[in-house]
């Protein structure tokens, strides 16, 4: 029988052996010690664009996957960084984990270094930053400065109507985001802004889908404008349209956004906080010449134009029925209102976190059913019960 002592010995034999098998280990690993720490121990990103991925494991595509051209951008500011990150947590959670798309960040003065460490920690793919030119926001020569400051005094009760950042930010998302030379490597964008939220798992490709079906333009939310902020936009449309017929194709989505053959406007509009786009349509001829053409007309700063308009007028003039898609399997939130997959089943499938009750697309300020009206969708199953 082997006493008491001795079991110490043998106990202690074993501990010891064990401890020098991991000293050995580690003296002659050659990774940096910060990777058992964790990502933030001791490295930080070095370059812009620089992936910032110690320890991270990846659960993406196999090696091999060809992506789709394409990138997320954000406009935001330093001030942005903790909202920002609860949404590219749930973007990289419910989607890019899957595929490692790139990101590229925009803001109109330098990005801190702790914003770009820690969106580079969050994002799978590589981060860019990028700074937009003082042109790009501010106040363009042909603008009367006391007629846009008679405007912001007039529309002091309209949301965001006093605000100045509020339309060059308008006037950028327009006309600019896409000619920032960090955006010149891609062919397709996602818009994501801070606070939004995905609700659903995204179990394909968004990007690989647009490219294969030829999709220039797609959403989640449709609803009407307030008119009080583009009183002249359509008049101003018009204007171009007649200077231009030749840009409206005979099976254009003209019905979305007006009732009368294009008269007038409706308000329809695709909310353009969330947007996945052909970059190319931007850069086309028939939307360079007419954002063009809407900046001189000066509504960005005497009245309150918005993108989410300007986009959407031109996508459902300029493109083809079938190059408008909805996504509507997306669920994504953006206060105050909710895209939630009607069917039940997909929304079981794909983990959804949204209540069905508040899903906005059947609501009566949606312009989301007359959108299937125009293309002749048939409604999923159980629509009326959301209405």
């Given at each position: 029988?082997?006493?008491?002592?001795?079991?110490?010995?043998?106990?202690?034999?074993?501990?010891?052996?064990?401890?020098?098998?991991?000293?050995?280990?580690?003296?002659?690993?050659?990774?940096?010690?910060?990777?058992?720490?964790?990502?933030?121990?001791?490295?930080?990103?070095?370059?812009?664009?620089?992936?910032?991925?110690?320890?991270?494991?990846?659960?993406?595509?196999?090696?091999?996957?060809?992506?789709?051209?394409?990138?997320?951008?954000?406009?935001?500011?330093?001030?942005?960084?903790?909202?920002?990150?609860?949404?590219?947590?749930?973007?990289?959670?419910?989607?890019?984990?899957?595929?490692?798309?790139?990101?590229?960040?925009?803001?109109?003065?330098?990005?801190?270094?702790?914003?770009?460490?820690?969106?580079?920690?969050?994002?799978?793919?590589?981060?860019?930053?990028?700074?937009?030119?003082?042109?790009?926001?501010?106040?363009?020569?042909?603008?009367?400065?006391?007629?846009?400051?008679?405007?912001?005094?007039?529309?002091?009760?309209?949301?965001?109507?006093?605000?100045?950042?509020?339309?060059?930010?308008?006037?950028?998302?327009?006309?600019?985001?896409?000619?920032?030379?960090?955006?010149?490597?891609?062919?397709?964008?996602?818009?994501?802004?801070?606070?939004?939220?995905?609700?659903?798992?995204?179990?394909?490709?968004?990007?690989?889908?647009?490219?294969?079906?030829?999709?220039?333009?797609?959403?989640?939310?449709?609803?009407?404008?307030?008119?009080?902020?583009?009183?002249?936009?359509?008049?101003?449309?018009?204007?171009?349209?007649?200077?231009?017929?030749?840009?409206v194709p005979k099976d254009s989505l003209m019905d979305f956004v007006s009732d009368d053959g294009g008269e007038t406007y409706n308000k329809c509009h695709f909310w353009s906080n969330f947007e996945i786009a052909d970059l190319d349509f931007w850069r086309s001829d028939a939307y360079t010449k007419y954002f063009d053409f809407l900046d001189h007309e000066g509504g960005f700063f005497y009245e309150r134009w918005g993108d989410a308009p300007v986009?959407?007028?031109?996508?459902?003039?300029?493109?083809?029925?079938?190059?408008?898609?909805?996504?509507?399997?997306?669920?994504?939130?953006?206060?105050?209102?909710?895209?939630?997959?009607?069917?039940?089943?997909?929304?079981?499938?794909?983990?959804?976190?949204?209540?069905?009750?508040?899903?906005?697309?059947?609501?009566?300020?949606?312009?989301?059913?007359?959108?299937?009206?125009?293309?002749?969708?048939?409604?999923?199953?159980?629509?009326?019960?959301?209405?």
């Open positions: 029988m082997v006493s008491r002592n001795g079991y110490r010995a043998v106990r202690f034999g074993i501990i010891a052996t064990i401890i020098l098998v991991v000293v050995f280990k580690l003296s002659t690993d050659k990774r940096d010690v910060s990777s058992y720490l964790g990502k933030d121990a001791t490295t930080k990103p070095t370059t812009i664009g620089e992936r910032y991925s110690a320890g991270q494991v990846s659960v993406g595509p196999q090696d091999g996957y060809e992506r789709a051209n394409a990138t997320f951008v954000t406009l935001a500011r330093n001030q942005d960084l903790w909202s920002l990150a609860d949404t590219i947590h749930q973007v990289e959670d419910r989607f890019n984990r899957k595929f490692h798309y790139d990101w590229v960040f925009l803001n109109d003065e330098p990005f801190d270094d702790n914003f770009r460490k820690v969106t580079a920690a969050l994002v799978s793919g590589r981060t860019h930053y990028g700074v937009i030119p003082k042109e790009h926001w501010s106040f363009p020569e042909w603008i009367d400065q006391e007629k846009a400051a008679r405007t912001r005094e007039e529309m002091k009760d309209v949301i965001y109507g006093d605000s100045v950042s509020y339309r060059h930010m308008c006037r950028y998302e327009s006309g600019f985001f896409w000619r920032h030379p960090v955006m010149n490597q891609f062919r397709y964008h996602w818009r994501v802004d801070p606070h939004i939220k995905l609700h659903c798992d995204i179990d394909y490709d968004v990007f690989k889908f647009m490219e294969k079906n030829n999709k220039k333009y797609g959403f989640v939310i449709s609803l009407y404008e307030y008119i009080e902020t583009i009183p002249t936009l359509w008049d101003s449309t018009k204007k171009f349209i007649k200077q231009n017929p030749q840009f986009h959407s007028i031109a996508a459902s003039l300029f493109l083809t029925k079938d190059e408008v898609h909805y996504f509507d399997g997306i669920g994504y939130w953006h206060v105050p209102f909710t895209n939630c997959p009607t069917s039940e089943h997909d929304r079981l499938k794909k983990r959804c976190s949204c209540n069905p009750d508040e899903n906005f697309t059947w609501k009566g300020y949606s312009c989301t059913p007359r959108y299937y009206n125009v293309k002749n969708l048939q409604r999923p199953e159980g629509w009326k019960d959301q209405a």
